[in-house]
């Protein structure tokens, strides 16, 4: 694996809870940043060297403009970290459609038109011996489902199979996707559902914790995080 230093890496969800520390840790590490939410103060508060991009993933062409903003920036893309999401609460019949769509736009389908977006560009980083890397933050819920969460857990789930199988193509190609599935993280996420309320949940881990184990896993060249990993 070579160093981070000089790799371009977009974050999507780079105000977050996960999001901001990974930046720091990466920016920290020499990469150059493209930093993607949609509050562009926010952004700029971070204090983090980087090309800030205040969009909302949930709109199809958002890829595209985040993909080219980097490759502006920085004249390619060497990795993707995708740690923009959101829950949703409650039983399964007080979920409406908006929830739904919302919900599997933000959690499913946005990290995939993310990926193909940059998929050109990752596939120069690999002709160049780059190592390009991915990382989908699905989540523990993926591999155990939850009621209460029917829906989150199978956005999470529907993303982790198609990382599943993507990995697997994007191998070929020299190319790592990386499917983390972090356990309950202290971030506050569960504060900020899109419907419902959270059940009462036991003390969750520390976003530093779960950031440095991302970090070192595109660091060590591993394949896979699953929930045990964070342990
Ligand atoms: N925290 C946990 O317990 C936990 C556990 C396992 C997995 N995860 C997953 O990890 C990921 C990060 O979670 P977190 O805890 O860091 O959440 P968070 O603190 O709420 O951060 C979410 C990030 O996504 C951005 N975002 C939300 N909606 C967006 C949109 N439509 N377009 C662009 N950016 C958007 C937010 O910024 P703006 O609101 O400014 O746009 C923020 O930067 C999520 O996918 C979550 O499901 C979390």
């Given at each position: 694996m070579?160093s981070?230093?000089?790799?371009?890496?977009v974050i999507?969800?780079?105000?977050?809870g996960?999001g901001?520390?990974?930046a720091?840790r990466?920016a920290a590490?020499?990469?150059?940043?493209t930093?993607?939410?949609?509050?562009?103060?926010?952004?700029?508060?971070l204090?983090i060297?980087?090309r800030?991009?205040?969009?909302d993933v949930?709109?199809?062409?958002?890829?595209a403009g985040?993909?080219?903003?980097?490759?502006?920036?920085?004249?390619g893309?060497?990795g993707?970290?995708?740690a923009a999401?959101?829950?949703?609460?409650?039983?399964?019949?007080?979920?409406?459609?908006?929830v739904?769509?919302?919900l599997f736009?933000?959690?499913?389908?946005a990290?995939?038109?993310?990926?193909?977006?940059?998929?050109?560009s990752?596939?120069e980083s690999?002709a160049?011996?780059r190592?390009?890397f991915?990382v989908?933050?699905?989540?523990v819920v993926?591999?155990?489902?939850?009621?209460?969460?029917?829906?989150?857990s199978?956005?999470?789930?529907?993303l982790?199979?198609y990382?599943?199988a993507?990995?697997?193509?994007l191998?070929?190609?020299?190319?790592?996707?990386?499917?983390?599935?972090p356990?309950h993280?202290?971030?506050?996420?569960?504060t900020r559902?899109l419907?419902?309320q959270?059940?009462?949940?036991?003390?969750?881990?520390s976003?530093?914790?779960?950031a440095?184990?991302i970090?070192?896993a595109i660091?060590?060249?591993?394949?896979d995080?699953p929930?045990?990993?964070?342990?």
């Amino acid at each position: 694996m070579p160093s981070l230093a000089d790799t371009s890496v977009v974050i999507v969800g780079a105000t977050g809870g996960l999001g901001a520390p990974i930046a720091r840790r990466l920016a920290a590490a020499g990469a150059r940043l493209t930093l993607v939410a949609r509050d562009e103060d926010r952004l700029r508060s971070l204090g983090i060297d980087g090309r800030l991009v205040a969009v909302d993933v949930r709109k199809a062409a958002s890829a595209a403009g985040i993909a080219s903003a980097a490759r502006d920036a920085y004249g390619g893309i060497d990795g993707i970290v995708n740690a923009a999401g959101a829950v949703a609460f409650g039983p399964l019949d007080e979920l409406s459609d908006e929830v739904l769509i919302e919900l599997f736009t933000l959690d499913t389908l946005a990290p995939i038109r993310m990926l193909r977006a940059a998929l050109p560009s990752l596939r120069e980083s690999a002709a160049a011996g780059r190592d390009p890397f991915v990382v989908h933050v699905s989540a523990v819920v993926a591999e155990q489902p939850l009621p209460g969460m029917a829906a989150y857990s199978a956005a999470k789930a529907a993303l982790m199979a198609y990382d599943a199988a993507a990995a697997r193509e994007l191998r070929r190609e020299g190319i790592r996707l990386i499917d983390a599935r972090p356990p309950h993280t202290e971030t506050g996420l569960a504060t900020r559902p899109l419907a419902g309320q959270a059940p009462r949940l036991a003390e969750g881990l520390s976003p530093d914790a779960v950031a440095q184990r991302i970090v070192d896993a595109i660091a060590n060249g591993d394949k896979d995080l699953p929930s045990t990993s964070f342990a």
